[in-house]
C-alpha cells in the first residue's frame, strides 16, 4: 500500500498588522471589547501594497519545502488552494511553480473557499495513494481577502486577513493522512462570498458601483449562527468511524478559525477538553484557506503535535463548503 505523510509544515504571516483598536479608527466606533468576547481576534495581519497572493504561497512554501528537505524541482504537484487568487485566470498555482523553479511540477488551484485546503490535502494525498509517479505534492492553502474587505464594513474588516500555510507530502508505505470527508449545504451558496467578477456578475462600472467601485467580500444574507457547531461533529464523526477510531483517539483538534467561541462550543460538544485543540485567530485574525496550515504550522512550532499523535482537521467557508480530514503524524 502507498500513503501520503506530511514530511514538514510552513507558514508565512505578513509583517503589516492591524488591531482591533486600528479598526475601531477605521469604522469610528468602538469593535474590540465585543470582538475579544464574542470572536476572540485581537489583531490581524495584511499583506504589503506590493504583495499579492503568490508572494503568500511562496513563502510558506519555501520554509515547508526547507524544513521536509525537499527542492523545488523534486516536486511533482503544487496545489494552491485559495478563492483569492492572482488572477482569476490562470491558476496561481503556475505563478508558484515558476518562482520556485519547481520545473517538473503540474499546477492547478482548487477553491472550495475556506474548507479549500482540507479538501485539496483529501485531493493531494489520494492521488499519492492511486499513482505511482508522483511522490512529493506540494499542497498550499493562501488567503488574500484584504484586498476585498469594504473597511467601512464591521461585519468583514474586523474579521478577514492575510496569510498562507503548507505542507509537503510524500509518498511512504506508514500510513500518514488517513482519510477525508467532504459535505456541502449548497443551498447557501449565496450568503457569504465575492459575488462580483463572475460571469453572474461580471466586472462592469454598473456592477462595481454596486461595490464601491471594487469587488468586495460580503455577507449577503443569513445562515445559521449554530452552523458549525451542529455540522462539525457529525462530520468528525463520520470521518473517524470510516477510520475506526474514536473522539478519544484524537490527539489534537484543529478547526476553521473564524470564531474561538464556535470552537470551544465545539469542543465541548464533543465531550474533549480545550487542551486538545489550538487556536491562532487571536494573533492572525482569520485567514481563510490558509488558516488550518497556518495553525497546524504553529502547533507543530509550539510542541503540541508529536510523531505518532493523531490529528483531526475540520473545516467549513462559503459554499457553504465542509471538510474534515485526519492525519497520522510521522514527522
Not at 1 to 23: C, F, H, I, Q, S
Not at 36 to 54: D, F, K, N
Not at 87 to 97: G, R
Not at 120 to 126: Q, T, Y
Request: with cysteine; aromatic share 8%.
Amino acid at each position: 500500500m502507498r500513503y501520503a505523510r506530511v514530511l514538514a509544515t510552513g507558514r508565512y504571516v505578513p509583517e503589516k498588522v492591524l488591531t482591533n483598536a486600528d479598526v475601531e479608527a477605521l469604522l469610528g466606533e468602538p469593535v474590540d471589547a465585543w470582538l475579544q468576547q464574542h470572536v476572540g481576534i485581537q489583531r490581524r495581519h495584511l499583506m504589503a501594497e506590493h504583495e499579492v497572493t503568490s508572494d503568500l504561497c511562496v513563502n510558506a512554501a519555501r520554509q515547508a519545502l526547507g524544513r521536509a528537505g525537499v527542492k523545488p524541482e523534486a516536486l511533482d504537484l503544487i496545489i494552491v488552494a485559495t478563492d483569492t487568487p492572482d488572477y482569476l485566470s490562470p491558476a496561481t498555482a503556475s505563478v508558484v511553480q515558476a518562482r520556485l523553479g519547481a520545473s517538473h511540477a503540474g499546477t492547478y488551484d482548487l477553491n472550495s473557499a475556506c474548507a479549500g485546503w482540507v479538501t485539496a490535502l483529501d485531493v493531494a494525498s489520494k492521488t499519492i495513494a492511486a499513482d505511482d509517479s508522483y511522490q512529493r505534492i506540494l499542497v498550499v492553502g493562501a488567503y488574500g481577502m484584504s484586498r476585498y474587505v469594504d473597511w467601512k464594513d464591521k461585519r468583514t474588516c474586523t474579521l478577514f486577513a492575510d496569510g498562507a500555510g503548507a505542507v509537503v507530502l510524500g509518498a511512504g508505505d506508514t500510513p500518514g493522512v488517513l482519510g477525508a470527508r467532504l459535505l456541502a449545504a449548497g443551498e447557501y451558496h449565496d450568503a457569504l462570498g465575492i459575488y462580483t467578477g463572475g460571469t453572474w456578475r461580471p466586472a462592469t462600472p454598473e456592477t462595481l458601483a454596486l461595490t464601491g467601485g471594487r469587488p468586495v467580500v460580503q455577507f449577503a444574507r443569513k445562515f445559521p449562527a449554530t452552523f458549525n457547531t451542529d455540522r462539525w461533529p457529525p462530520l468528525l464523526a463520520q470521518v473517524l468511524a470510516r477510520a475506526r477510531l474514536g473522539l478519544g483517539d484524537v490527539d489534537q483538534f484543529i478547526f476553521t478559525q473564524l470564531n474561538l467561541r464556535t470552537i470551544e462550543a465545539t469542543m465541548e460538544v464533543l465531550g474533549q477538553p480545550l487542551s486538545k485543540t489550538h487556536w491562532t485567530m487571536d494573533k492572525w485574525g482569520y485567514t481563510g484557506a490558509a488558516c488550518i496550515p497556518m495553525t497546524l504550522d504553529d502547533a507543530v512550532e509550539q510542541g503540541k503535535i508529536r510523531k505518532g499523535d493523531l490529528i483531526a482537521l475540520c473545516a467549513s467557508g462559503g459554499g457553504l463548503a465542509m471538510a474534515a480530514a485526519l492525519i497520522r503524524w510521522t514527522v
